[in-house]
């Protein structure tokens, strides 16, 4: 990889937040990150990943979860943009978190639910991220709970 360069670009962006009443003794947090434009422009599709098998000479499922997410470039900049400001997002809700609903795979069947969570510290524990996958009235839940450790 001695041919690829590493070129960096100034990108000024607008966080955006909602802010409300925050009362800790009362369980009230009004408030939150701006909800990004675009996001049914993002598909989010879910598969069993797979590995080449030398043997059989075919791809063959490894047990995984292949979460594959693209999207128009405004989207995609819209969630971006998203992330950084939940990433800075300062609130007193130990649980600050956000749902979006409106995101579909690429054959448009199902809906994808997705949650965002702000932790407020973080300790070097399990990552969790869940998707929730729509389909016919009923709702799926897949949770990849201690997938990966980060320490």
Not at 46 to 53: Q, R
């Amino acid at each position: 990889m001695k041919n690829i360069k590493i070129y960096k670009e100034k990108v000024e962006i607008e966080l955006k937040y909602l802010s409300g009443k925050q009362d800790i003794k009362k369980g009230i947090f009004a408030g939150g990150v701006q909800t990004p434009q675009y996001l049914d422009e993002i598909i989010i599709d879910i598969s069993e990943a797979e590995k080449f098998d030398e043997v059989l000479e075919d791809f063959v499922e490894n047990g995984n979860l292949k979460v594959d997410i693209s999207g128009s470039s405004r989207a995609l900049e819209e969630l971006g943009i998203y992330l950084i400001a939940l990433s800075k997002y300062k609130t007193f809700d130990p649980d600050y978190h956000d749902h979006f609903e409106n995101f579909n795979n690429s054959n448009g069947e199902k809906v994808i639910e997705v949650s965002f969570r702000k932790q407020k510290e973080f300790k070097h524990e399990w990552i969790y991220f869940c998707l929730g996958i729509r389909q016919e009235k009923s709702l799926i839940q897949i949770c990849m709970k201690n997938i990966k450790r980060i320490c």
